[in-house]
Nanobody
Framework: QVQLVESGGGLVQAGGSLRLSCAAS????????IGWFRQAPGKEREFVAA????????YYNNDLTGRFTISRDNTKNTVYLQMSSLKPEDTAVYYC?????????????????WGQGTQVTVSS
């Protein structure tokens, strides 16, 4: 059974940085993509970034490019989301998710497994 555990969320001032971690277990993830999504209160879930586990190819929400960076550490089975220059509108619950296969990685509905989420709050 695939398990995804997010950590690293918290309260940060605008302009600050946070690094989220997603520890993945229960499977060999060679043919998987891992994505980060976020959902703010009253808003729809939004794609943030994704990475193909085997190749390390990355995908980003165009609106966030330059501030967010996704990466992985194969030795730790962990995917990271480095967030910088944070804004109050980045406040949301951030989820990592895993999908079998490496197509359509920006679509949340295509993901098979989800973590419990970690809260990120950016104060102005």
């Amino acid at each position: 059974q695939v398990q995804l555990v997010e950590s690293g969320g918290g309260l940060v001032q605008a302009g600050g940085s946070l690094r989220l971690s997603c520890a993945a277990s229960g499977r060999t993830f060679t043919n998987y993509a891992i994505g980060w999504f976020r959902q703010a209160p009253g808003k729809e879930r939004e794609f943030v970034a994704a990475i193909k586990w085997s190749s390390g190819t990355t995908y980003y929400n165009n609106d966030l490019t330059g501030r967010f960076t996704i990466s992985r550490d194969n030795t730790k089975n962990t995917v990271y989301l480095q967030m910088s220059s944070l804004k109050p509108e980045d406040t949301a619950v951030y989820y990592c998710a895993a999908k079998v296969g490496i197509v359509r990685v920006t679509l949340g509905s295509m993901y098979d497994y989800w973590g419990q989420g970690t809260q990120v709050t950016v104060s102005s």
